[in-house]
Nanobody, 118 residues
Framework: QVQLVESGGGLVQAGGSLRLACVVS????????MGWYRQAPGKEREFVAA????????YHADSVKGRFTISRDNAKNTVYLQMGSLKPEDTAVYYC???????????WGKGTLVTVSS
């Protein structure tokens, strides 16, 4: 059974940092993108960042570019999202994802809540 389990969410003040982690079990995602999406209260889910299997290619939404960085450690089956200069509008449930197409991911975690206070 494939599982994507996120951790690292929590409450942080504006301007602060958090690092999210996602551990994958049940299969290896060779040649899959790994990524992060988020959904804020009352809003649609949106793409945050994605990374290729090799880790060479990364993609970040304009809203987080320069503040968030995605990375992965295939030996640990883990993908990370380093978040800095956090803003209240970054408050959301963050979901770890995997798929062939990072705009249409196939596998989803249950999410971890990030709350940024002003």
């Amino acid at each position: 059974q494939v599982q994507l389990v996120e951790s690292g969410g929590g409450l942080v003040q504006a301007g602060g940092s958090l690092r999210l982690a996602c551990v994958v079990s049940g299969r290896t995602f060779n040649n899959y993108y790994m990524g992060w999406y988020r959904q804020a209260p009352g809003k649609e889910r949106e793409f945050v960042a994605a990374i290729t299997w090799t880790g060479i290619g990364t993609y970040h939404a304009d809203s987080v570019k320069g503040r968030f960085t995605i990375s992965r450690d295939n030996a640990k089956n883990t993908v990370y999202l380093q978040m800095g200069s956090l803003k209240p509008e970054d408050t959301a449930v963050y979901y770890c994802t995997a798929g062939i197409n990072y705009r249409a991911m196939d596998y989803w975690g249950k999410g971890t809540l990030v709350t940024v206070s002003s």
